[in-house]
C-alpha cells in the first residue's frame, strides 16, 4: 500500500551559493539553541550552538543568528557544497526543562553542483 | 575515539512482540538520552539517564516503553507488545555531563519497523 510521511520543508541552492536555513522557536526561556545536521542513515551531528544572550555566532563556514523578539533562529552556510546536503535540525535547551533538548521539524537541503 | 553505537541497525518485528534496543555511549559520559524519530520529523525526547540519580522518563509515551542503564554505561530501551505506530528511528545520544548544557553526541540509530 501507498505510504504518507510528512513533508520536510526544502531549501535547493547551486554549489557555491550560500544558504539560509531558518527555524521559528516558542519557549522564550531557552538558553541555549543548537543547530545539527542530519545525513540520511546517520544520527544528528552537531554543528553550531548559541547561547541567548548573543545574537550572532560564526563558525567554519557557519553563521548563526537569534532574534529573540520575533524568535527566530538562522543557519547560513556560506559557499555551499554538495557535501552539505542533509536534513538540519534547529534545537533549544532550556535549563527549567530539565537536560533534554526540542527539536524543530527540520529543513532538507539540497545542493546541486 | 569511539562514538555512540547503537544496536541492531534495523530491527523487523511483528506487531504484539517484545524489542529491546541497545545504546553503547561514549566511554566516560555521564549522561544518556533515548530519543525517537518518526519518518520525516523532528527527535523526540524520551527518557534521560544522569550517573546514579532516577531517570527522567517524562518522555516515555506509554507503560509499553521502558529503559535501563547498567553500571551508568549500556542503556537497553525496551518496547513490550509492540504496535504499528512504534515504527521509528530510535536515537541515542551521551553527553560529559549531565547538569546544564552539554553538546550531545548521537548514535546512528535504529530503525524499527512493527508489521
Known amino acids: 500500500g501507498e505510504s504518507v510521511g510528512l513533508h520536510l520543508p526544502t531549501l535547493s541552492v547551486q554549489e557555491g551559493d550560500n544558504s539560509i536555513i531558518n527555524c521559528a522557536y516558542s519557549?522564550?526561556?531557552?538558553?541555549?539553541f543548537i543547530w545539527y545536521k542530519q545525513e540520511s542513515g546517520k544520527g544528528p551531528q552537531f554543528i553550531i550552538d548559541?547561547?541567548?544572550?548573543?545574537d550572532k555566532r560564526q563558525g567554519q563556514r557557519v553563521t548563526v543568528l537569534l532574534n529573540k523578539t520575533v524568535k527566530h533562529l538562522s543557519l547560513q552556510i556560506a559557499a555551499t557544497q554538495p557535501g552539505d546536503s542533509a536534513v538540519y535540525f534547529c534545537?533549544?535547551?532550556?535549563?527549567?526543562?530539565?537536560?533534554?533538548?526540542?527539536f524543530g521539524e527540520g529543513t532538507q537541503l539540497t545542493v546541486n553542483p | 575515539g569511539a562514538g555512540v553505537s547503537q544496536s541492531p541497525s534495523n530491527k523487523v518485528t511483528e506487531k504484539g512482540k517484545d524489542v529491546e534496543l541497545r545504546c553503547d555511549p561514549i566511554?566516560?559520559?555521564?549522561?544518556l538520552y533515548w530519543y525517537r524519530q518518526s519518518l520525516g520529523q523532528g527527535l523526540e525526547f524520551l527518557i534521560y539517564f544522569q550517573g546514579n540519580s532516577a531517570p527522567d522518563k517524562s518522555g516515555l509515551p506509554s507503560d509499553r516503553f521502558s529503559a535501563e542503564r547498567t553500571g551508568g554505561s549500556v542503556s537497553t530501551l525496551t518496547i513490550q507488545r509492540t504496535q504499528q505506530e512504534d515504527s521509528a528511528v530510535y536515537l541515542c545520544a551521551s553527553s560529559p555531563l549531565g547538569e546544564g548544557y552539554n553538546e550531545q553526541f548521537f548514535g546512528p540509530g535504529t530503525r524499527l519497523t512493527v508489521l
Open positions: 534545537a533549544e535547551f532550556s535549563e527549567t526543562s530539565g537536560s533534554r533538548l526540542t
Open positions: 548559541i547561547r541567548s544572550n548573543m
Open positions: 566511554s566516560g559520559h555521564t549522561a
Open positions: 519557549n522564550s526561556a531557552s538558553d541555549y
